[in-house]
């Protein structure tokens, strides 16, 4: 089965919106697979970082957003350092996450966390955490 890249797609408002807030052009991507083979958390990935771009590419942004892949990558920039088009995966789903997160739709609860782990988790952890999760 062919995808053909539709010119609707990159212009779907909400694409056009991730790209600013992420300051990537997701068209630049070829597919290569680099991203994916080099990420550390590929295995955890409802959907991996190749084809996140591809589902961004054609306008599938709700299945990307419905995905755990956003909020499952560490950020390491291995995507972008393997990258021969200098895309980085890990800017994009940060500008997925911070969609998410402007909706005021949290992916976390702070009432959820543990007391225990609140107490004698590093208070940088805590903080990094809270800005990936909450809004």
């Given at each position: 089965?062919k ?8 212009e ?5 919106q ?47 957003m419905k ?15 393997r990258?021969?088009q ?6 994009v ?5 911070q969609?998410h997160?402007?909706k005021?739709?949290?992916r976390e609860?702070?009432?959820d966390?543990?007391f ?6 590093p208070q ?5 955490g809270?800005?990936?999760f909450v809004?």
């Amino acid at each position: 089965m062919k995808i053909k890249l539709t010119k609707g797609a990159i212009e779907n408002p909400l694409i056009r919106q991730l790209e600013r807030v992420s300051g990537e052009e997701l068209k630049r991507c070829y597919q290569c697979g680099k991203c994916s083979a080099g990420c550390p958390v590929t295995f955890a990935m409802e959907i991996p970082p190749s084809q996140i771009m591809r589902f961004l590419q054609i306008g599938m942004m709700d299945d990307v957003m419905k995905a755990n892949s956003m909020w499952v990558c560490v950020g390491c920039l291995q995507c972008y350092a393997r990258c021969p088009q200098s895309v980085s995966v890990a800017n994009v789903l940060e500008g997925l996450r911070q969609l998410h997160l402007r909706k005021g739709e949290d992916r976390e609860q702070i009432k959820d966390v543990p007391f225990p782990f609140l107490k004698n988790a590093p208070q940088q952890a805590i903080v990094c955490g809270f800005r990936k999760f909450v809004s």
